[in-house]
């Protein structure tokens, strides 16, 4: 868990990146990152071809970058 830092995401976007980066999909319920940078975060994603997937409440189903989700 990062705090978010409102400027530029702090932490959690480049944990976020640094794995996207990686080839690794990622699921975040981290809202700061995403907020920030969601364009780049989910046209980074879709470069590496992986799923990048968030969920914005603490229960529910996952959200996705992608069309078709599940989590």
């Given amino acids: 868990m990062t705090?978010?830092?409102?400027?530029?995401?702090?932490?959690g976007y480049r944990h976020i990146r640094a794995a996207?980066?990686?080839?690794r999909?990622?699921?975040?319920?981290?809202?700061?990152?995403?907020?920030l940078r969601f364009r780049e975060l989910t046209?980074?994603?879709a470069r590496n071809r992986v799923h990048l997937r968030y969920e914005p409440r603490s229960a529910?189903?996952?959200r996705s970058s992608t069309?078709?989700?599940?989590?």
Avoid: F
Wanted: charged share 10%.
């Fill in 43 to 45: 046209e980074l994603a």
């Fill in 3 to 11: 705090p978010t830092n409102i400027v530029d995401g702090g932490m």
């Fill in 67 to 71: 069309s078709r989700a599940s989590c």
């Fill in 20 to 23: 996207l980066n990686a080839g």
């Fill in 60 to 62: 529910g189903p996952c």
């Fill in 25 to 35: 999909h990622v699921a975040t319920s981290n809202k700061g990152p995403l907020a």
